[in-house]
Antibody, heavy 115, light 107 residues
């Protein structure tokens, strides 16, 4: 059974940093693309970042480029999202999902950027 | 970036109705489109990908069609558990982009 468990969310001040983690199980972690998607309160889904399976190429939405970094540790089957220079508009539930079409999703972790 | 325009943004329908939701891409994406269902407080669930390939366990009343720039999600006979918000996602190129969502409410 595929499982994805996000952690690391919380309250952070504007300009601060957070690192989200997504622990994966139930599939061959290094073989699949993984993505981060966020959802601001009461809003729609926004694709944030993705990392390809085979070669680990990374991609970002324009809204986070230069501030967020996606990475993975294949020894720990864990996906990360390092978020720097956080802004109020980054407040959202952050989901990780398996493969580039979001085959399976985690339950999400809430990030609140506020002073 | 490819823009995805989803319509309508909301609709009211009754159990048993046929419902059609549309997504338009700002440029051709072949058949690289996925659909998701989301209920309040829950993560999205993939319904289908590559326009018309059903995710395992998704009932056949859900179907997808289209190619290039125009795509539709059809629910042939709306069931009580189908009241939710639906999103499309283009998985043709990076960055991926979602449509704005369609909230399906009970009439």
């Amino acid at each position: 059974e595929v499982q994805l468990l996000e952690s690391g969310g919380g309250l952070v001040q504007p300009g601060g940093s957070l690192r989200l983690s997504c622990a994966a199980s139930g599939f061959s972690f290094s073989s699949y693309a993984l993505i981060w998607v966020r959802q601001a309160p009461g809003k729609g889904l926004e694709w944030v970042s993705g990392i390809t399976g085979s070669d680990g190429n990374t991609y970002y939405a324009e809204s986070v480029k230069g501030r967020f970094t996606i990475s993975r540790d294949t020894s720990k089957d864990t996906l990360y999202l390092q978020m720097n220079s956080l802004r109020a508009e980054d407040t959202a539930v952050y989901y990780c999902a398996k493969d580039s079409t979001g085959e399976y999703w985690g339950q999400g972790t809430l990030v609140t950027v506020s002073s | 970036d490819i823009q995805m325009t989803q319509s309508p943004s909301s609709l009211s329908a009754s159990v048993g109705d046929r419902v059609i939701i549309t997504c338009r891409a700002s440029q051709g994406i072949r058949n690289d489109l996925a659909w998701y269902q989301q209920k309040p407080g829950k993560p999205p669930k993939r319904l289908m990908y590559a326009t018309s390939r059903l995710h395992g366990g998704v009932p056949p009343r859900f179907s997808g069609s289209g190619s290039g720039t125009e795509f539709t999600l059809t629910i042939s006979s709306l069931q009580p558990e189908d009241f939710a918000t639906y999103y499309c996602l283009q998985h043709n190129s990076y960055p991926r982009t979602f449509g704005g969502g369609t909230k399906v409410e009970i009439k």
